[in-house]
C-alpha cells in the first residue's frame, strides 16, 4: 500500500518524543543494564518492580545510560550506610507512586494542550523538548521547598511534635458511589480535580498538610488540634460556598502517628476514618482526645454525641465541632 510522501513519519517522531523523554536512546536489555550499575539482576528487577514498572523480556532492549546511572545511585545509597537494605524497595515504592501520579496528571495536562493548540506532530516534539528542563526545574525546586518545611517541622524542638502527636482528619465526597454511576469519565474527573485542588489549597491555608488524596477522600494533618479543626471548618465552608461541589463528611482524631516515608499510620488515623463513616453530611466528628483539648477553646465548640459501635471500637464516643458564636 503506497504512503502519502507528505504524510509525517510518525513512527520516527515517537521514537524522538521518547529520546527527549528518556534522555536517550534504548539500547540495554535488563541484564546489560543491571552488570553496568554493577548489581545482580534480582537486585536490579526489585528495584524496578518497586518503582511501578512492569517486567521487561530478557532480549528487550529498553533501557538507557540514565537507566544505569539511576541505579548506580540506589545502589551507592544503600551501599554507604545512607539507608538501611530493607529500606531500599520502600524508597523506591514511594518514589515511583509519587512520580506515577505525577506524570500522569502533566501527560494529561500535555495532551490537553496539544488538543486546543493544534500543533503539528513536529512542533508538538519541539514544545516538550522545551517544557521538560523547565518542568524538572520547577518539581525540584518545589521538593527543595517541601524538603526544607518538613525539616523544619522535624526539628522544631518540640517533644510532642518529635514524638508524631498530631491531628488526623479525613474528609470524605457523600454519595460518592451513586456519583460515579451519574457522570461520565470527563464530568468525574473533573469533579476531582476540583475537590483536590480546592482541599489543598484550603487545608495548606490553615495551617495543615495534605498526606493523600484519594479521589472521593482527603488525609490530611495537623500540628495541634485547633488547627485541625480549623482546617476541618475551612473545608466545609469551601464546600459549602461551591455549588459544583458535593457535601463533605469529615473526621477528627488526635494522638500519636507513626509517620513513615510520607505516609501516616497508628489507632489515631484508623479512628479518624470510623468517624468519618458516622458523620453527618456537611458535619465533622473528633474523637474524645481531639475533644477534650479544644474544651474551653475560644473559636470552638464541642456537643457529646450518643456512643456508637463501629469496626474495631464497640464504645465510641464521637463529638460534633462546630465554630463558636462570634469566632
Given at each position: 500500500?503506497?504512503t502519502?510522501?507528505?504524510?509525517?513519519?510518525?513512527?520516527g517522531?515517537t521514537?524522538?518524543?521518547?529520546?527527549?523523554?528518556?534522555g536517550g536512546?534504548?539500547k540495554?536489555?535488563?541484564?546489560?543494564v543491571?552488570?553496568?550499575a554493577?548489581?545482580?539482576?534480582q537486585?536490579?528487577?526489585?528495584?524496578w518492580?518497586a518503582l511501578g514498572?512492569?517486567?521487561?523480556?530478557?532480549?528487550?532492549?529498553?533501557?538507557?545510560d540514565?537507566?544505569?546511572?539511576a541505579?548506580?545511585?540506589?545502589?551507592?545509597?544503600?551501599?554507604?550506610?545512607?539507608i538501611?537494605?530493607?529500606?531500599e524497595?520502600?524508597?523506591?515504592?514511594k518514589?515511583?507512586?509519587?512520580q506515577?501520579?505525577?506524570?500522569s496528571?502533566?501527560?494529561?495536562?500535555?495532551l490537553?494542550?496539544?488538543?486546543?493548540?493544534?500543533?503539528?506532530a513536529d512542533?508538538?516534539?519541539?514544545?516538550?523538548?522545551?517544557?521538560?528542563?523547565?518542568?524538572?526545574?520547577?518539581q525540584t525546586?518545589?521538593?527543595?521547598?517541601?524538603?526544607?518545611?518538613?525539616?523544619?517541622?522535624?526539628?522544631a524542638?518540640?517533644?510532642?511534635?518529635?514524638?508524631?502527636v498530631?491531628?488526623?482528619?479525613?474528609?470524605?465526597?457523600?454519595?460518592?458511589?451513586?456519583?460515579?454511576?451519574?457522570?461520565?469519565?470527563?464530568?468525574?474527573?473533573?469533579?476531582?480535580?476540583?475537590f483536590?485542588?480546592?482541599?489543598?489549597?484550603v487545608?495548606?491555608?490553615?495551617?495543615?498538610?495534605?498526606?493523600?488524596?484519594?479521589g472521593?477522600?482527603?488525609?490530611?494533618?495537623a500540628?495541634t488540634p485547633a488547627?485541625?479543626?480549623?482546617?476541618a471548618?475551612?473545608?466545609?465552608?469551601?464546600?459549602?460556598?461551591d455549588?459544583?461541589?458535593?457535601?463533605l463528611?469529615i473526621?477528627?482524631?488526635?494522638g500519636?502517628i507513626?509517620?513513615?516515608?510520607?505516609?501516616?499510620?497508628?489507632?489515631?488515623v484508623?479512628?479518624?476514618?470510623?468517624?468519618?463513616?458516622?458523620?453527618?453530611?456537611?458535619?465533622v466528628?473528633?474523637d474524645r482526645?481531639?475533644?477534650?483539648?479544644?474544651?474551653?477553646?475560644?473559636?470552638?465548640?464541642?456537643?457529646?454525641l450518643?456512643?456508637?459501635s463501629?469496626?474495631?471500637?464497640?464504645?465510641?464516643?464521637?463529638y460534633?465541632?462546630?465554630?463558636?458564636?462570634?469566632?
Open positions: 500500500m503506497a502519502d510522501p507528505g504524510a509525517p513519519d510518525l513512527a517522531l521514537r524522538e518524543f521518547e529520546r527527549t523523554l528518556l536512546e534504548r540495554f536489555t535488563r541484564v546489560q543491571s552488570e553496568r554493577g548489581i545482580s539482576i537486585r536490579a528487577e526489585r528495584m518492580h514498572f512492569a517486567t521487561v523480556p530478557d532480549d528487550e532492549v529498553a533501557f538507557t540514565d537507566d544505569v546511572e541505579l548506580r545511585l540506589v545502589a551507592a545509597l544503600e551501599d554507604d550506610q545512607f538501611e537494605p530493607e529500606m524497595s520502600s524508597l523506591a515504592r518514589l515511583g507512586q509519587t506515577s501520579r505525577l506524570a496528571w502533566q501527560s494529561a495536562m500535555f490537553d494542550f496539544l488538543g486546543s493548540s493544534k500543533l503539528s512542533e508538538a516534539i519541539e514544545v516538550a523538548a522545551l517544557l521538560l528542563p523547565a518542568m524538572e526545574r520547577l525546586y518545589v521538593w527543595r521547598r517541601h524538603l526544607a518545611a518538613a525539616a523544619g517541622r522535624s526539628v524542638g518540640s517533644d510532642e511534635l518529635a514524638r508524631g498530631r491531628a488526623v482528619g479525613f474528609a470524605d465526597i457523600v454519595s460518592y458511589t451513586r456519583l460515579t454511576r451519574r457522570l461520565n469519565e470527563a464530568e468525574l474527573g473533573e469533579l476531582i480535580e476540583r483536590e485542588g480546592m482541599a489543598a489549597d487545608v495548606a491555608l490553615n495551617g495543615g498538610r495534605v498526606i493523600k488524596s484519594m472521593d477522600e482527603v488525609l490530611f494533618v500540628d488547627q485541625g479543626a480549623a482546617v471548618l475551612a473545608l466545609q465552608d469551601a464546600v459549602n460556598a455549588e459544583e461541589l458535593p457535601e463528611r473526621g477528627l482524631a488526635y500519636t507513626l509517620i513513615r516515608l510520607g505516609d501516616v499510620y497508628g489507632e489515631v484508623n479512628l479518624a476514618a470510623r468517624l468519618t463513616t458516622e458523620c453527618k453530611p456537611g458535619r466528628l473528633a482526645e481531639l475533644a477534650a483539648a479544644l474544651d474551653g477553646h475560644p473559636a470552638y465548640t464541642v456537643h457529646r450518643r456512643r456508637v463501629v469496626r474495631g471500637y464497640r464504645h465510641l464516643v464521637p460534633a465541632v462546630q465554630r463558636a458564636d462570634g469566632a
